[in-house]
């Protein structure tokens, strides 16, 4: 098989870089809409355990 010669070499390597490029800005959106996700979750979380915590001292403990 014939070598390819490297002009054509760099096209494919500079295909591959765009290609990866591509990916990884593409993964970079997912990740940055998890880690936005995640925040808004624990926010959430944060919020309402605070509104359960004044219901808990709100209400009288019973004796059995």
């Known amino acids: 098989?014939?070598?390819?010669?490297?002009?054509?070499?760099?096209?494919?390597?500079?295909?591959?870089?765009?290609?990866?490029?591509?990916?990884?800005?593409s993964i970079k959106v997912i990740c940055e809409n998890y880690r936005r996700r995640a925040m808004l979750a624990e926010s959430d979380r944060a919020e309402w355990k605070q509104r359960f915590d004044l219901l808990l001292a709100r209400t009288p403990e019973t004796k059995p």
């Open 1 to 25: 098989m014939k070598k390819a010669s490297p002009a054509t070499e760099n096209r494919a390597l500079k295909r591959e870089i765009r290609n990866l490029t591509l990916e990884r800005n």
